[in-house]
């Protein structure tokens, strides 16, 4: 199952945000393909290599339990997003964000 929105469209791209509920090996990409709607780049599943030569498919976000507990969110904004959308402009802080939650209660 993959669950996705659209965040941003411009100049006849969208920009996605997708969450997983299952993990499969080419998922979003096999989803997306099947929609009508390849990955920019993805040469196998039908996608444009004109304007990426790669799979514009970032983790932007990812959350894990650390040593101690805390929860910790990474985040980064892909190095291409700013080719694609040019109202995309990364702040000094997009390199690397990490966030450290309250430590579970549990």
């Known amino acids: 199952i ?5 965040r941003r469209y411009e ?3 969208s920009e996605l945000r997708i969450r997983l ?3 499969r090996t080419h ?3 096999v989803h997306l393909s099947y929609l009508g709607h390849p990955l920019i780049g993805d040469l196998r599943y039908g996608g444009d290599v004109s304007l990426l030569h790669r799979q514009a498919l970032h983790c932007c976000c990812m959350w894990f339990q650390n040593q101690k507990g805390e929860r ?3 985040e980064s904004m892909p ?3 700013p080719l694609l959308f040019p109202s995309a402009r ?10 450290v939650a309250a430590k579970n209660s549990g």
Do not use: K
Request: one cysteine or more; hydrophobic letters at 35%; charged letters at 10%.
């Open 21 to 23: 509920a299952t993990g």
């Open 79 to 81: 190095e291409f997003l």
């Open 27 to 29: 998922q979003i990409r």
């Open 72 to 74: 910790v969110c990474l």
């Open 11 to 13: 100049g006849g791209l």
């Open 90 to 99: 990364p702040s000094p802080s997009d390199a690397a964000l990490c966030h």
């Open 2 to 6: 993959t669950h996705y929105c659209t």
